[in-house]
């Protein structure tokens, strides 16, 4: 639901809902649903990952971390993630399984 407003939305689903009682065929209605934006810190140089590699995520504002470390916008973060949870990361180019908090 990204893209366009609840309003027009509305129609298309009960133009489906119309369409799934008139006629014999049955029209599945999926929606996708923009998930929370958690935003980076400036990275000071870039950060090279190979598959296997670990990152370290933390909400400490402006803490002294290593070059695999990297700042987020979000406090409560540490709160929201379990170990096993998948982390998309630039809109899904990148993906980190959480290993522990």
């Given at each position: 639901m990204s893209h366009g407003d609840h309003a027009s939305h509305l129609a298309v689903i009960r133009r489906i809902?119309?369409?799934n009682k008139d006629t014999d065929h049955t029209i599945a209605?999926?929606?996708d649903t923009k998930g929370p934006e958690v935003r980076s810190g400036d990275v000071?140089?870039?950060i090279e990952l190979k598959a296997?590699?670990?990152l370290t995520f933390t909400t400490r504002q402006e803490a002294q971390y290593d070059e695999r470390c990297v700042e987020v916008s979000y406090d409560g973060f540490v709160r929201s993630v379990q170990p096993g949870d998948i982390?998309?990361?630039d809109g899904g180019m990148m993906t980190f399984k959480v290993?522990?908090?």
């Open positions: 809902r119309t369409l209605i999926l929606l000071k140089r870039g296997g590699d670990t982390i998309l990361v290993e522990k908090k």
